[in-house]
């Protein structure tokens, strides 16, 4: 199945949070107690209970003032930190369409992907179980567009194949953030600005060190275990061991 | 190796060589659960928030809301709703929802909870001894003018055009003059 | 008289396989978190929750185990001398059959060595233990580090461990005697530790 | 709307003033994205950068409470470098008529329109008048070269409103002043069109009408009403204001808008006869000229059917106003404060919050005998007696709490803002024990109907004379529940007797098919005219949901229903030139084929302009076209720059009159403390508007109770400049106490570059924003801005100017 993905053109966003609560809608996921704290970005960070949410971007001064919206969420990576340092098998796993979704029952609270996220998505809900954006993996293993993407009035959400997605956005002129980066994301932003204008990291990665552990220390390091494994075997097979009677039957033949 | 991420292993007998040195099994899975609202009952609606009048449906199953979503038939929002749209769902689901009428005495300090039927023959008792206290037939001239300044009304704009209709029409029936509601503020 | 020495006193003994023990539950319960073909492993605790408490509990035991052992002989390890270069060139005898042992103290310089190891390797996994000990606690980028270095330590610690247990065991016969019960024969100790044994037997 | 919603995707220019679309009607900017994307331009002009103006194209910021001076600048404009479309004004507007000589305007009289009484606060409207011939149809100059032609006076009139005067009103810059200047004024020709967007920033002013005036003169000056992609479009904030509206729920007029009676109009035929617009102009249809039939089929719907033409079919048993009585919202709350009313009813409403000077209306509440309030939630108003420095043991009010269906508990329709009646279903039983409106409205009538005939009592004729039969009746006589399709069959309306028209028979009980088939002599019934068509023998046309759009602009004629009519597009025979050809051959409405009309239901079905026989396009007016000189405003036939009753500068600019002329003063006429204003004082040095927000709807009554709205915006909010905060010592997130002359607020401070202070007349002003959707009733939530609004209204509608009103604001101690 090709690849899909969801198209974010920032642009199109008019902030009116139809997202935010139709992804509360469909994932029944409670409301948070919130408070004011100057801003109009509540609540100032996703929680376990939010799987998206609009950033409020307010930059420069007088004629170059710009408010800028960016819907935060998981970006659904192609090399996907959080699968890659979790654990349990299962537990977080790309879908067939592409979408990092997850199964809580297999999720064994080891925080791990929390950690793993280059972008600071996964949460952890009150049982201590992983949750953040699955992209609806249940609407789309059945045909339906995600909750916030057919809730975006502007179409600013877009849901679709990842590569007409990525040839339409480049067509109308924008710069598509996350075509690439981690083998591309399954969720990419189609931005009318930089990506420091988004306040996005402009090369997204995942730390050297989770490369290092699971891409080199791991495979590395069983080798290294069966390799020793195996050298005592071969050792013993071939010099053998250093068997105390050795000494009197080097004295008896001297 | 991109191919790998993406690939869809499943379990079988090919992994076992895999299982016994560690490497290889790269987790992917296909979501297979049927969807909530699958055999729900479907009832379309409009929204009750601004005047843009977006559609929605309603799904119901053994009588209760289980989910709400934008009407993509509608032609003004295609299925799409803003955050008040969207958070219809609550307004059946909530704790807040006033379920039974209450009562609050003169000088009381709290709500009673207390019958239809009381309060509706209170309210019409009510009606009528101020109703009876207050009507002018003729005002000061003389002329005929059949009403009563001493009740008034506010309300509705979230009304549905029927029951518009039947309030204006109960309320001059009783005499009201002061009838305004949202449009005026 | 015996034809045996005494090698290792009851405390050693016990704090030792102490420590064995809790090296297996570390490693069985930890298998889980390296590599999900080892995800089974948890099942051996009642699965991946109690899986990780019995890691975290282990843990602790095989630090305080690992310390106390090191400190024990801290003396005799941690001093090396020309015979230990010389066996460290002849790579401990054990690249060829039946070659002259060279005169080694109570523990030969592979033992030391691997001492200090795993010295350095439990100092390391405990503090990025700590560190990891629940992963959304600290900075970021310290806990990627932590859990690589983690996972660094515990191959390494496994190979040595290996090495270990076959030169302990079926490698070289006799050493294993020590350890289970205390005392190795006299005919191992002047093999194995010549300088020791005559410090032991022949003042 | 003159347009509608979908419409908006058909413009050239769209401009957002006095609204905030993208926050308050989120789904237009669906239509105003996808006209963008076909290279729209969009005009954002508010005090406050809002999501909208994230989105425009060019963002003008204006002092509130100056959009006559910005709109004037902008007639000026289109009017100096002759923008205007000839061609569509000489058809379809006044422009070419000539006034009275003797009407003068306010660059003669400082500010003053001919004919005004200080004494009476009002003006004597002779002089303005056209010149009319020996038939009495007014004069005109076709060239629109005559001085005293109307568009001449206009260009006179408006050259007050150079650049610079209007930026030192408006505190605009004058480059974006002309900025948004030209690009609407780009759309004065064929083939190109500009829509208004406004709302509520427009509409609570002492100047209210006239702000909407100005954008309707601007746009026929363009040739842009009645045009796909144009109009004149009011964004209504409430899901059946405009059925509500329609419905008349307004003490001036019953439903379909016919006046509400009043002592002087005796009888029905005086109330014809008076009410009843008259032309002489044999080429104007005046509609209006059919008030008989629609106020007759009014009465018939309301009262008993046996009621005869000699009892004016229950004419007398309507009540009426005294003449010259106003019983608008503000009045109300005034005669409750002063203990004159007894009994009130607050159904679906909240006025603690919503209305203006709400610290006025919670004490007027305190005097009530009763209230009956009916809700979903617990509110404010309804829990009054217990709000903030209230004393339960002293309020004798009685309250009673009537709990409510949700609208998807219950079936009807609702019309929105582009007159779409739309109906909707019950989809689950009402919560708990709460019951539909309309059960609860026919328990009160049945109840109080009872009473009457065992007690007897006052006038008991209006009660048991009015017609309840909308449902099967039980033995008892009662309706035990409500049948809401005989409620809007009623609305629509009934032969109530064989009828013969134009050749065809029209049974006694058959559905009128439209309002051109109601009648004068008792025959009909049409609870409102305007909805007549909407219900008929070939069903619920509220209920369609048809796709087909074959005009492809967007009409969707076969889904639900619109009045009137059906009719998408109101004015849209002036849509097309005098041949029938649409100016916009894109995006055509109506076209004319040489037989008949085509693509939307015609404004009237009349051959083209040029033909003989027909009528002229703008049906509604005596005049037969449409008004850029209207006599029916209060304050003048042209709009003029006042300042609001409070403002920060002590003159105003154009000339010596600095309000509104003849807005009613409630402080200087009652002498209530509470009504007390302070313009130009340094106790209230700050300018300060109101609004909401997205995720909270009016007063918040339903959206303080959804948790996942509440999360979202959770409490009351000032937002304010970067400067300001700096000098007052405020930080975004500090608590702030926001108070006027008549009360304060404590908000939540967003310190914000959204918010630029002002240069007016040389000095800096600065003006902060409250939204008015919370309420102490919600914990931690905060209360309603209308706190500090004033008790003033605009002087032709009486809707309070809480879009501008000074104050002070300080850190919390």
Known sequence: MARKAFMIDTSRCTACRGCQVACKQWNKLPADAEVNRGSYENPPQLTPHLYNKIEFIEKGEGKDFTWRFLNQRCLQCGDAGCIKVCPSAGALFHTEEGLVGYDQDKCISCNYCVNGCPFDVPRYDANNKVTKCHGCMDRVANGLQPACVKACPTASLQFGDRDKLIAAAKASGKQVYGETALSGLGAMYALDGSPQDYNLAENPSIPQSIFLWKDVIKPLGILGFWGAVGAAMLHYVTVGPKQLEDDFEDKGGE | MELSRRGFLQLSGGTIGATIVGVGLKPAAAYAEPLAIQYAKETTTICPYCAVGCGLIVHTRGGEVINTEGDPDHPINRGTLCSKGAALYQLRHNDNRITEPLYRAKGSKEWKKVSWDWSLDQIAQKIKATRDATFMEKNAKGQTVNRTDGIASVGSAALDNEECYLFQKLLRSWGLVYIEHQARI | MSNYVKRFSAFDRVVHWVLAVAFFVLVFSGLGLFAHTFFGYFDFFGGPEQGILAHKIAGIAFLITSVLLFLAHAKETCRFDGDDAKWFGAFGGYLKRGGKEIPQGKFNAGQKLFALFSFVATIALGLTGWVIWDPTAMERGLTQMSLMLHGLFFILFMMGAVVHIYLATIGNPGTADGMLWGYVKKVWAKKHASKWYKEVIGE | ?813
């Open chain 4, 1 to 813: 709307m003159t347009n509608h919603w979908i419409d908006i995707r058909n413009s050239d220019v769209i401009l957002i003033m006095g609204s905030n679309a993208a926050e308050n009607h989120p789904i237009s900017f669906k239509y105003v994205l996808e006209a963008k994307d076909k290279g729209a331009k969009l005009l954002s002009v508010d005090p406050r950068f809002t999501r909208t103006s994230a989105k425009a194209d060019i963002y003008a910021p204006l002092r509130s409470g100056t959009d006559i001076a910005f709109l004037g600048g902008m007639i000026k404009h289109i009017i100096d470098n002759k923008l205007y479309h000839s061609e569509y004004m000489q058809l379809h507007t006044n422009a070419p008529f000539l006034v009275n000589p003797d009407f003068q305007m306010p660059g003669d009289l400082d500010g003053l329109f001919s004919g005004y009484s200080e004494e009476k606060r009002s003006y004597d409207k002779s002089t303005w008048s056209f010149q009319r011939d020996a038939n009495g149809v007014p004069k005109s100059d076709p060239s629109m070269q005559d001085p005293n032609c109307v568009l001449q006076l206009l260009g006179k009139h408006f050259s007050r409103y150079t650049p610079e005067v209007v930026s030192d009103i408006t505190g605009t810059p004058q480059e974006q002043l002309l900025q948004v200047y030209e690009a609407y004024a780009s759309t004065g020709k064929a083939g190109k069109a500009a829509t208004i967007m406004y709302a509520m920033g427009w509409t609570q002013h002492t100047v209210g009408t006239q702000n909407i005036r100005t954008m309707a003169i601007i746009q026929l000056l363009l040739g842009n009403i009645g045009i796909a992609g144009g109009g004149v479009n009011a964004l209504r904030g409430e899901s059946n204001v405009q059925g509500s509206t329609d419905h008349c729920l307004l003490f001036h007029i019953l439903p379909g808008y016919l006046p509400t009676p009043k002592s002087s109009w005796n009888d029905l035929a005086t109330y014809i006869e008076k009410s009843t617009p008259k032309t002489n102009d044999p080429d104007s249809a005046n509609w209006w000229a059919n008030r008989s039939k629609y106020i007759t089929s009014l009465l018939r719907a309301h009262f008993d059917s046996v009621l005869s033409a000699a009892e004016d079919f229950g004419y007398d048993l309507l009540p009426k106003l005294d003449d010259g009585q106003n019983a608008s919202w503000l009045m109300l709350f005034d005669r409750m404060f002063k203990g004159d009313i007894k009994g009130f009813f607050s159904w679906g409403q909240n006025p603690a919050c919503s209305g203006s000077n709400a610290g006025k209306v919670r004490k007027a509440m305190a005097k009530l005998d009763w209230m009956v309030t009916v809700n979903l939630f617990d509110n404010e108003t309804a829990s009054f007696w217990k709000g903030p420095g209230m004393d339960p043991a002293a309020i004798d009010t009685e309250v009673f709490f009537l709990p409510i269906a949700a609208s998807f508990e219950k079936e009807g329709s609702v019309t929105n803002s582009g007159r779409w009646a739309q109906w909707r279903y019950q989809a689950v039983p009402p919560l708990g024990n709460s019951r539909h409106d309309s059960e609860v409205m026919n328990e009160l009538y049945f109840r109080v109907a009872e009473l009457y005939r065992k007690e007897g009592g006052a006038f008991p004729d209006a009660i048991t004379k009015l017609s309840w039969d909308y449902g099967f009746k039980g033995p008892d006589g009662k309706i035990h529940h409500m049948d809401i399709h005989a409620v809007a069959k009623e609305i629509n309306g009934y032969f109530l007797e064989d009828k013969e028209i134009k050749g065809k028979l029209y049974k006694k009980g058959e559905l009128v098919p439209s309002f051109a088939f109601l009648q004068n002599d008792g025959s009909t019934s049409s609870g409102n005219w305007l909805y007549c068509n909407s219900y008929t023998e070939k069903g619920n046309m509220l209920a369609r949901r048809g796709q087909s759009d074959p005009s492809g602009v967007g009409l969707y004629p076969e889904w639900s229903w619109c009045w009137p009519v059906n009719r998408r597009i109101l004015y849209n025979r002036a849509s097309v030139d005098a041949n029938g050809q649409p100016w916009d051959k894109k995006q055509p409405v109506i076209w004319w084929t040489g037989s008949g009309w085509k693509g939307d239901v015609p404004d009237g079905g009349w051959k083209p302009l040029s033909q003989p026989g027909t009528k002229k396009s703008f049906i509604m007016l005596p005049d037969g076209v449409a008004s850029i000189f209207g006599a029916g405003m209060k304050e003048g036939p042209f709009p003029e720059h006042y300042e609001p009753l409070e403002c920060p500068i002590e003159k105003n600019p154009l000339s010596g009159t600095k309000n509104n002329p003849v807005i009613k003063r409630f402080y200087e006429e009652g002498g209530l403390e509470e009504d007390v204003f302070y313009s130009c004082d340094q106790r209230y040095p700050y300018v300060a508007t109101t609004y909401r927000v997205t995720e909270h709807w009016q007063t918040g009554v339903m959206t303080r109770n959804i948790p996942w709205l509440l999360e979202m915006q959770p409490s009351m909010f000032v937002e304010l400049n970067p400067e300001l905060a700096k000098e007052k010592g405020i930080k975004s997130g500090d608590w702030v106490k926001v108070s006027s002359g008549r009360g304060e607020v404590e908000a939540v401070a967003i310190v914000t570059e959204r918010f630029r202070p002002f240069k007016v007349q040389g000095t800096t002003i600065h003006q902060v924003g409250l939204p008015w959707c919370y309420g102490w009733n919600t914990p931690n939530a905060g209360d309603s801005a209308n706190l500090l609004t004033p008790t003033i209204g605009d002087a032709n509608t009486m809707i309070p100017e809480t879009k501008a009103f000074q104050v002070n604001i300080e850190k919390r101690g």
